[in-house]
Nanobody
């Protein structure tokens, strides 16, 4: 099992920045992809950004140029730097990890962007 714990959410004004962190514990060896998804109220969960162990990254079009994902593999952590935040970025952000094809999820952290 892999446990994921997010931190760093909160309330920010439009145009501001936040940095989310996610710490993985448990059976962290052989974790391949780690990333962030988000779910706004009344909407489906969607991919925000992912990073593989080889360093490849993938971003949703809506966040390209504003968000940056990074990993600290030595400490089993993944981060999401969010700049130029918009009200439509308001959502619960979930940390995700894949290990041997099995997805693991954190409980989520709420990001609220006020206009």
């Amino acid at each position: 099992q892999v446990q994921l714990v997010e931190s760093g959410g909160g309330l920010v004004q439009a145009g501001g920045s936040l940095r989310l962190s996610c710490a993985a514990s448990g059976r962290v060896f052989s974790i391949n992809s780690m990333g962030w998804y988000r779910q706004a109220s009344g909407k489906q969960r969607e991919l925000v950004a992912t990073s593989t162990s080889s360093g490849s990254t993938n971003y949703a079009d809506s966040v390209k140029g504003r968000f940056t994902i990074s990993r600290d593999n030595a400490n089993n952590m993944v981060f999401l730097q969010m700049n130029s935040l918009k009200p439509e970025d308001t959502a619960v952000y979930y940390c995700n990890a894949y290990r041997f094809g099995t997805p693991y999820w954190g409980k989520g952290t709420l990001v609220t962007v006020s206009s």
